[in-house]
């Protein structure tokens, strides 16, 4: 995975030189050449030291390169992900924020940024960045789903919910976050409403029939209970 990671920056290493260059016509031919020569040596010392783990040795290469040339948003990315790796999470988040102010559009910025807002449990900032993220990946509506059920959002998290189970199905994760919900507030009749609309959309699932019939126990509706027994052994002899 080293190996892997250290390819993909050397790559990134590769893309931003050339950038470099083309942004310092300003400067002297000597000069550059010089610039140059620091911001190659800088880079590639953050890439070996990052590779061999030694993060803070990397952090200091990186401010060195943005010391000559702070216009690459991935150089603000990459030291943000140094500072991950250190567990300071207050620069990793301004790194971060910088790279994604350069380029606002970038995902895998934002998802970094929104795993440091998760790492701070700082819900509320991660809401506003996830909720960005989603335009790229829908995947992304389920950590949605699980910070409003943090923040204890109920109604939200749920609508969040029946879309998913309605346009992708249901998942046991999903389910789990569902029954949180319904504990803690204490909706037993819309759970069993639930279980009911799901029997009804799978009437060949066991999985629905026995969970309805959990509930209805639970509930203390026995007869229901046991009409409910009754359909599946109908339905699963």
């Not at 059920?149 to 346009?167: C, G, P, R, V």
Request: proline share 2%; charged share 35%; with cysteine.
């Amino acid at each position: 995975m080293k190996s892997s990671l250290y390819k993909r920056l050397l790559l990134i290493g590769i893309l931003i030189i050339p950038y470099m260059l083309a942004a310092q016509d300003d400067v002297a031919e000597d000069d550059l050449g010089n610039i140059t020569d620091e911001y190659q040596e800088f880079f590639f010392e953050a890439l070996k030291q990052k590779g061999i783990e030694n993060y803070d040795r990397a952090v200091t290469a990186l401010l060195e390169c943005i010391e000559i040339d702070d216009t690459n948003a991935v150089l603000y990315y990459e030291l943000g992900k140094n500072y991950v790796a250190l567990k300071n999470y207050g620069d990793a988040e301004d790194a971060l924020k910088k790279a994604v102010n350069k380029e606002p559009d970038n995902e895998w910025y934002l998802d970094e940024l929104y795993g440091v807002y998760i790492q701070q449990k700082d819900y509320n900032k991660a809401i506003r960045t996830v909720k960005q993220l989603v335009s790229y990946h829908p995947d992304y509506k389920e950590d949605l789903a699980g910070l409003y059920l943090q923040m204890k959002k109920y109604d939200d998290a749920l609508e969040i919910l029946d879309e998913l189970d309605k346009t992708i199905g249901f998942s046991t994760t999903r389910d789990r976050m569902r029954n949180q919900i319904y504990s803690a507030t204490g909706r037993s009749k819309e759970r069993i409403k639930n279980l009911e609309e799901r029997v009804e959309i799978d009437p060949e699932s066991e999985t629905n029939y026995l969970a309805l019939i959990y509930r209805y126990s639970e509930s203390g509706d026995k007869e229901k209970a046991f009409e409910t027994a009754k359909k599946l052994l109908e339905v699963n002899p």
